[in-house]
């Protein structure tokens, strides 16, 4: 590969400060500008996702968590979002290099402005690399443009943050570098890659082992030394981390279980049994056409490179996680790469009908990129870009719970990535809130726990875990049209004391609405407030319902309305209580399908009270629904 740079000959600080610029803006400052405004716009989109809400725990939140572990510290980063040390997940070395400028240097939005630079960099690099290989301004330009427009690059953008783009920013990098015959500068775009994620060693391999075929490398011992350290890095997350923490493997080869319980045993059964490889990948046959069709398909037709491209491709067809075969994630950041090298290579062959073959390839390249950024656009980017007021009530709420120093933290996948500073995060999703605990126990001993919970959540987990902290005497430190935080330090069962009979539920002639009442908070101003839902209490003395309620100043009617299984008995006991329990009425329910208590409460200052109905009796209990009046002010 000839070399594009000038000399190193000594220079005038106007010539090298000329130079440098050339050398950051390229020899099309028209593309540079076009790249620096479309990521302008990039930018804009993914900041808005995060601060509406639309960013997710297991990937922005844990990966921030890691960062800032590191960056204080805490070398080995145990991350309590996914129960495991960092390095044993995503085997992602680079991640302590980059606590630091994430320190400093904005946190999360540092993470989401180097994901869209890294963008610029590598359509820049495409520029390059395709002017080099087609000899044709223009080319590079069609070329340079389908890779701003790239709608695996788009998609990942539009998927939080990930080490993906870090492994696209090495090898951007190191084909810069080849560009200009720069061995060290190739090398350290290598290791950067090799260093941020262990599946790029894969590809890298592959790219070595075609320029060791080819007849036109710089350098055979240079791309042998590619093949070792990709070799080496491969083996070590495989085999040699998985044995230092005392794990049976990396967690990514889950998705290849059906293949084998280790890459060896996977790698020798995919290679016995090509006709069953070959029928998972025609099956998926739309993910080769996404990822071939973004550069014109020209990646098919480019000889040996394109190994490297399609490595990547044929293992996510083979994954049993869907999510691998989408652009709206992250997993085919890393294949763009490659399919911008192919396609390059393909437009050096030299024949008669070359020119039309790169316009044709250009165009439906264009075309296929088009239709599939309108279908992230519609389908991921725009609904989680839109006016979001609740949004901002989360933050303000995370934002105090961040202040707090050394607690744990109980929440949702939704909310987890705004906590990402304490200690401890535990994400209702995959474990009990007992996990928590057990982490709390041995990282932060003593620390406050936070249940930080939106309101409203069908997810029955979630409620009961609101429930369970007011029944343990949690504070409410935070409420809002949203989202709720309660602080307290004891600890109780994952799940909750009452029985959910969900079968009983759907017999019934009522619409069964999944949501505990617990999640149903009311700030009670003029209006009536109501709240509905079914829960089913099938044994004696078990609590049926409680609801939070802000009551300003005021009086209040409360009423309870029960629908109660024919020829019931037993009596409903409602509690009002602030912070002790006190019997404010008690109704005898004999054989009655509904049946009401309403208590007045005058309060002379803002309080809160928890209103609560026992069942002691026998048959099934269902609550329907609390209605909350103000009927007047206190002077």
């Not at 007045?600 to 048959?619: A, D, K, L, Q």
């Amino acid at each position: 590969m000839k070399k594009l740079s000038h000399g190193n000959e000594n220079r005038s600080f106007a010539q090298r400060s000329h130079l440098l610029a050339t050398r950051v803006v390229g020899s099309d400052p028209i593309f540079f500008v076009i790249s620096m405004l479309w990521g302008a716009v990039l930018i804009r989109f993914a900041v808005i996702r995060y601060t509406h809400g639309f960013a997710t725990a297991f990937d922005l939140g844990s990966t921030a968590q890691s960062l800032y572990l590191i960056s204080h510290g805490h070398w080995l980063a145990f991350n309590t979002y996914l129960g495991k040390p960092t390095l044993l997940d995503i085997n992602s070395y680079i991640l302590y290099i980059l606590a630091w400028p994430f320190r400093f240097f904005g946190g999360i939005y540092f993470l989401l402005a180097l994901q869209i630079a890294t963008l610029v960099i590598f359509a820049r690099a495409a520029y390059d690399y395709i002017l080099y290989r087609a000899e044709s301004r223009s080319t590079a330009w069609l070329f340079g443009v389908l890779a701003l427009l790239s709608p695996a690059l788009i998609g990942g953008i539009m998927f939080d943050f990930h080490v993906d783009f870090i492994v696209l920013l090495g090898l951007s990098i190191a084909l810069f570098s080849l560009l200009h015959t720069n061995r060290l500068g190739f090398f350290i775009g290598i290791t950067i890659a090799l260093l941020s994620k262990n599946t790029a060693a894969l590809p890298i391999g592959t790219w070595a082992l075609v320029e060791l075929i080819l007849p036109h490398t710089i350098s055979r011992r240079m791309w042998w030394v590619t093949g070792i350290m990709a070799a080496t890095v491969f083996i070590f997350d495989e085999k040699i981390l998985p044995a230092i923490f005392g794990s049976s493997g990396p967690s990514h080869l889950a998705i290849f279980s059906q293949y084998g319980n280790s890459a060896t045993a996977v790698a020798i059964n995919l290679l016995q049994h090509p006709a069953i490889v070959a029928g998972v990948i025609m099956a998926h046959s739309h993910y080769l056409v996404e990822m071939a069709g973004s550069w014109g398909f020209l990646p098919l037709v480019s000889g040996l490179y394109v190994l490297p491209f399609m490595v990547l491709i044929v293992l996510n067809d083979l994954s049993n996680n869907p999510a691998l075969r989408s652009l709206a994630t992250q997993y085919s950041v890393i294949i763009a790469f490659f399919g911008a090298l192919a396609t390059g290579h393909a437009l050096s062959f030299k024949s008669a009908v070359k020119k039309a073959s790169i316009w044709t390839g250009g165009l439906i390249g264009l075309a296929i990129s088009m239709f599939l950024l309108k279908g992230l656009w519609t389908t991921e980017i725009l609904p989680q870009t839109g006016y979001n007021p609740p949004a901002a009530a989360e933050f303000q709420m995370a934002s105090r719970i961040n202040h707090l120093s050394n607690a744990a933290v109980w929440t949702t996948n939704h909310l987890g990535a705004l906590v990402y500073p304490r200690s401890v995060v535990g994400i209702d999703a995959y474990e009990g809130i007992d996990t928590l605990f057990q982490q709390r126990r041995h990282l932060a001993p003593g620390s406050p726990i936070i249940l930080f919970m939106p309101r409203g959540d069908s997810n029955l987990d979630v409620n009961e875990t609101v429930w369970q902290g007011l029944t343990h005497h949690y504070q409410i430190t935070g409420l809002n049209a949203v989202a709720i935080s309660l602080k307290g330090t004891k600890t109780f069962p994952a799940y909750g004391q009452f029985a959910y009979n969900a079968a009983a539920a759907e017999n019934s002639f009522h619409p069964l609405i999944p949501a505990y009442l617990p999640a149903v908070l009311a700030n009670v101003t003029s209006s009536k407030v109501s709240s509905s839902g079914w829960l089913t209490a099938s044994k004696p003395g078990i609590m049926a319902v409680g609801l939070p309620i802000a009551l300003p100043i005021g009086t209040y009617r409360v009423t309870f309305v029960i629908h109660a299984g024919a020829r019931v008995h037993g009596s409903l006991v409602s509690i009002l209580s602030q912070s002790s329990h006190r019997v404010l009425a008690q109704h005898m329910v004999t054989g009655k399908n509904t049946a009401s208590i309403t208590l007045s409460v005058h309060n002379s200052h803002p309080r809160w009270i928890i209103t609560e109905v026992h069942w002691n009796g026998f048959g099934t209990l269902r609550y329907f629904g609390i209605i909350v009046t103000k009927v007047g002010t206190h002077s």
